[in-house]
């Protein structure tokens, strides 16, 4: 990556609230990652070292959740994410925290993540191969995808449970009621107003 490239990664990332990473390879992916488009395919290992993928998933409605233990944005989310599972995992949601810590932070990830609240599911993605596969531009990064594996939603910062874009395409792929897809990592787009392994069951 040219340090223009890296530097523009980072003050992108800042600027839609999240964290950037600069020592991984710019996101690429053979197919685009849009909303209304399958959701790209992806496996990774649960904190216990299980092999998980989201194809495990199908069937359910599945938000994934990019983040890391540096990430400030990353802590203050977690207590809304574990809330979107309790409130909706009847319904169908699944919960996935991917963590792209380093190899050797696997051990302290899940007490890291359940000390903030999260009882979700937790994976871990040391060489941070989701970020490219999801073209995530920093983290926390979330997408929201349905029980066909398509992705609905997608966001680069931190979530709050009750984010009016979020809580409709989460109530049309639950099939609760009606609701919109949105895409609010769209660069320019304006935002919206205002058990697969690893994690513990709520």
Same mark, same amino acid.
């Given at each position: 990556?040219?340090?223009?490239?890296?530097?523009?990664?980072?003050?992108?990332?800042?600027?839609?609230?999240?964290?950037?990473?600069?020592?991984?390879?710019?996101?690429?992916?053979?197919?685009?990652?849009?909303?209304?488009?399958?959701?790209?395919?992806?496996?990774?290992?649960?904190?216990?070292?299980?092999? &998980?993928?989201?194809?495990?998933?199908?069937?359910?409605?599945?938000?994934?959740? $990019?983040?890391?233990?540096?990430?400030?944005?990353?802590?203050?989310?977690? +207590?809304?994410?574990?809330?979107?599972?309790?409130?909706?995992?009847?319904?169908?949601?699944?919960?996935?925290?991917?963590? $792209?810590?380093?190899?050797?932070?696997?051990?302290?990830?899940?007490?890291?993540?359940?000390?903030?609240?999260?009882?979700?599911?937790?994976?871990?993605?040391?060489?941070?191969?989701?970020?490219s596969t999801f073209l995530a531009i920093g983290v926390p990064a979330s997408?929201? $995808?349905?029980?066909?594996?398509?992705?609905?939603?997608?966001? &680069?910062? +931190?979530?709050?449970?009750?984010?009016?874009?979020?809580?409709?395409?989460?109530?049309?792929?639950?099939?609760?009621?009606?609701?919109?897809?949105?895409?609010?990592?769209? $660069?320019?787009?304006?935002?919206?107003?205002? +058990?697969?392994?690893?994690?513990?069951?709520?």
């Amino acid at each position: 990556m040219s340090v223009r490239g890296l530097a523009r990664r980072v003050v992108l990332a800042f600027a839609l609230g999240g964290c950037a990473r600069g020592d991984r390879a710019e996101a690429t992916s053979a197919a685009p990652v849009a909303v209304g488009a399958p959701a790209p395919t992806y496996a990774a290992t649960s904190v216990a070292g299980a092999p &998980v993928a989201l194809a495990d998933l199908r069937g359910r409605v599945v938000l994934l959740n $990019i983040w890391a233990t540096w990430c400030k944005p990353c802590r203050q989310e977690m +207590p809304a994410l574990d809330t979107l599972q309790r409130r909706h995992e009847a319904a169908g949601l699944t919960v996935v925290g991917v963590s $792209i810590d380093e190899p050797g932070e696997r051990d302290r990830i899940a007490p890291f993540a359940q000390e903030l609240g999260a009882s979700y599911a937790l994976w871990h993605d040391p060489d941070d191969r989701v970020s490219s596969t999801f073209l995530a531009i920093g983290v926390p990064a979330s997408y929201l $995808i349905d029980r066909d594996g398509t992705l609905r939603w997608r966001h &680069v910062g +931190p979530v709050t449970a009750d984010d009016p874009a979020l809580t409709a395409a989460l109530r049309e792929a639950l099939g609760t009621t009606g609701g919109a897809t949105s895409d609010t990592a769209a $660069i320019g787009a304006a935002r919206a107003p205002a +058990p697969a392994g690893g994690g513990t069951t709520p």
